[in-house]
């Protein structure tokens, strides 16, 4: 297996830093765009001999470092008992939450029995993949899925979520606590299928201030970590615009932290000490750059990053318009800038 991005999550000498893209499987693939033609989203996600065919495709194409499962952050949220529309304008929950007795009505599922389709996908993937590279398993962090779930899709402000944990922190805590109880069997349950690493996706995080994310986000993240890497399994958290959390997301424990755009990675190595692997952070918009200068931006993260415990990405998903040659030119590009000499020691 290529196992770079596992060594560099390890913080282990590397013979090329590893690089993936996120929301890979995105629309800006033809080959996705086809199978989507035939099939809705959340049916896509609950068959998986289509997952498993999505989730290789931009391996096959870009020559990336490994594949992260083809699903979506909000699945478990249905298996709790969530009505959940994932349509062409994103996530959208009819019912949203708005009482601490709908709280208390959501499930703890058993993944398997609930979500069992997240397993066999990545079962499949492995096998398609002949285990060359990783597969990533991932989950949504508690308060990211409790943002939706509130909220009852997308928001750019978090007013009701914000009221329930300034108004109702009690009620709050009951439904992270219960997200947790739910993701953490639900990451087992990928580990326990093959994925080799974890990613956990905190994407609103960065709205709460460091206070409240010490006492809603950080708890919940950490227990999370700690119990996939009890099964030997490095973790990746996650979030944009998190910069000045990064002293309080490596107090997670996680192995990896990853980092969006707006800050470089040696001020964010400054901020999140020497003992844990960075992720990012190209600006996914930079795909639309003239070749120099994307080079010359790929050059400047790979310096500021160093050699090691370094996995490189963009800062936050791949978007639609992005074409594909792009994509697989910033592979190349950093296959062929993040070349070290240190050879990995043969086993
Ligand atoms: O990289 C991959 O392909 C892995 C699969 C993956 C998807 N969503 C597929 C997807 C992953 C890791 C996610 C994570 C996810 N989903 C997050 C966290 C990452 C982030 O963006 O911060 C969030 C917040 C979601 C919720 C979600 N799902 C949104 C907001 C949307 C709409 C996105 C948009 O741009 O309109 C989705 C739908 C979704 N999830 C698509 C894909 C490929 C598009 C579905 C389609 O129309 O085919």
């Keep these: 297996m290529n196992d770079r991005l596992l060594r560099a999550a ?4 590397v013979d090329v830093t590893p690089v993936w893209i996120m929301r890979q499987a995105g629309r800006y693939l033809p080959e996705y765009r086809a199978v989507r033609e035939k099939i809705d989203f959340l049916p896509l996600c609950k068959t998986p001999d289509l997952a498993a065919e999505v989730t290789v495709q931009p391996v096959r194409r870009l020559g990336v470092d490994a594949a992260i499962i083809f699903s979506d952050i909000l699945i478990p949220t249905e298996a709790m008992g969530m009505e959940l529309e994932l349509g062409d304008r994103g996530p959208h929950f009819p019912s949203p939450l708005r009482t601490a007795a709908d709280i208390e009505k959501l ?8 979500t069992g389709f997240v397993a066999e996908a990545i079962r499949k993937t492995r096998a398609a993949l002949h285990d060359s590279v990783p597969v990533i398993g991932f989950a949504g ?10 909220e009852g899709g997308g928001s750019k402000t978090f007013i009701l979520i914000k009221r329930l944990l300034f108004e109702q922190p009690k009620v709050a805590h009951a439904l992270f606590d219960r997200l947790t109880r739910t993701l953490i069997p639900y990451l087992e349950m990928q580990v326990e299928a093959g994925a080799r690493i974890v ?8 709205e709460l201030s460091p ?18 890497q009890a099964k030997g399994v490095p973790v990746i958290v996650f979030g944009t615009a998190m910069s000045t959390h990064l002293p309080l997301l490596r107090r997670t424990g996680a192995d990896v932290i990853g980092c969006d755009w707006r800050i470089e990675l040696d001020q964010a190595r400054a901020l999140a000490g020497p003992d844990v692997a960075l992720q990012g952070n190209l600006d996914p918009l930079a795909l639309f750059l003239p070749h120099a200068e994307l080079e010359q931006r790929v050059a400047d993260i790979l310096r500021r990053a160093g050699p090691v415990g370094h996995i490189f ?4 998903g791949i978007l639609p318009p992005t074409s594909p040659d792009a994509a697989k030119h ?3 590009t950093v296959h062929r800038l993040g070349c070290h000499v240190t050879a990995p020691p043969t086993p």
């Design 313 to 316: 990405n963009l800062g936050h």
């Design 330 to 332: 910033l592979v190349e």
């Design 199 to 206: 990613q956990i996706f905190d994407s609103w995080g960065g």
């Design 211 to 228: 206070r409240d994310f010490e006492s809603f986000s950080l708890p919940y993240l950490t227990r999370m970590v700690q119990a996939v």
């Design 107 to 114: 499930a703890v599922p058993d993944p398997v029995e609930r």
């Design 141 to 150: 962090a508690p308060f990211t899925l409790a943002a939706y779930m509130v």
């Design 10 to 13: 390890r913080r282990q000498p």
